[in-house]
């Protein structure tokens, strides 16, 4: 599973950013996906997930109100919608695939690039 993430960079607090993760259509319509992030001396830590039909979704609590998880079947691509953006967020965000109980669970197996979010205060 080939995954492409996009869409970070540097924004003042407050702002908002739109991440892009693209993966292989055969792949990509049955696979949940996720969004992690590792922040500097911190562990990689999961922030949203949405489940291969798009029915069920996660949202990490420090984020729930300003962060939306979607997906794009005809693009095959997964979105994080950041708002509201605060210096905690930064961090490197990957995308991730595999089962839902793997993205939420015991680790996905396939992970894209990391794309570097950095918020200023």
């Known amino acids: 599973v080939q995954l492409q993430a996009s869409g970070g960079g540097l924004v003042q607090a407050g702002g908002s950013l739109r991440l892009s993760c693209a993966g292989a259509?055969?792949?990509?319509?049955?696979?949940?996906m996720a969004w992690f992030r590792q922040a500097p001396g911190k562990e990689r830590e999961i922030v949203a997930a949405?489940?291969?039909?798009?029915?069920?979704?996660y949202i990490e609590d420090s984020v729930k109100a300003r962060f939306t998880i979607s997906r794009d079947y005809a693009e095959n691509t997964v979105y994080l919608q950041m708002n509201n953006l605060k210096p905690s967020d930064t961090a490197v965000y990957y995308c991730?695939?595999?089962?839902?109980?793997?993205?939420?669970?015991?680790?996905?197996?396939?992970w894209g690039q990391g794309t570097q979010v950095t918020v200023s205060s």
């Open positions: 259509k055969r792949t990509f319509r049955s696979a949940a």
């Open positions: 949405i489940d291969w039909n798009g029915g069920m979704t």
């Open positions: 991730a695939a595999d089962t839902w109980g793997k993205v939420v669970g015991s680790g996905p197996g396939f």
